[in-house]
């Protein structure tokens, strides 16, 4: 079974920075990737970041701006999110994809954290 929680979420002026935070309750399973999404109000949820490996990719929206990493020895994915704007605005989801042995890949989402940048 896995679990996610998430946490640094909150109320930043824009120019601020937040740094979230995704620690996953994982056993048995490798990780293949980790990642964040975000879904502003009357917008579908959109891809921010992922890291696979040592490999990163953010939405062009981001890039320059938020980093994601990861501590493989707690199983944790972070986005620092710096010179943030108010479109920034969202509930910030993190999203797991892993699998068990040579099994399927299973996609686990968190509860969300909502990021609110003030203009």
């Known amino acids: 079974q896995v679990q996610l929680v998430e946490s640094g979420g909150g109320l930043v002026q824009a120019g601020g920075s937040l740094r979230l935070s995704c620690a996953a309750s994982i056993t048995g399973f490798s990780i293949n990737a980790m990642g964040w999404y975000r879904q502003a109000p009357g917008k579908q949820r959109e891809l921010v970041a992922v890291?696979?490996?040592?490999?990163?990719n953010y939405a062009d929206a981001v890039k320059g701006r938020f980093t994601i990493s990861r501590d493989n020895a707690k199983n944790t994915a972070y986005l620092q999110m710096n010179n943030l704007k108010p479109e920034d605005t969202a509930v910030y989801y993190c999203n797991l994809n892993a699998r068990r042995g040579l099994g399927p890949f299973l996609t686990t989402w968190g509860q969300g954290t909502q990021v609110t940048v003030s203009s």
């Open positions: 890291i696979s490996g040592g490999s990163t």
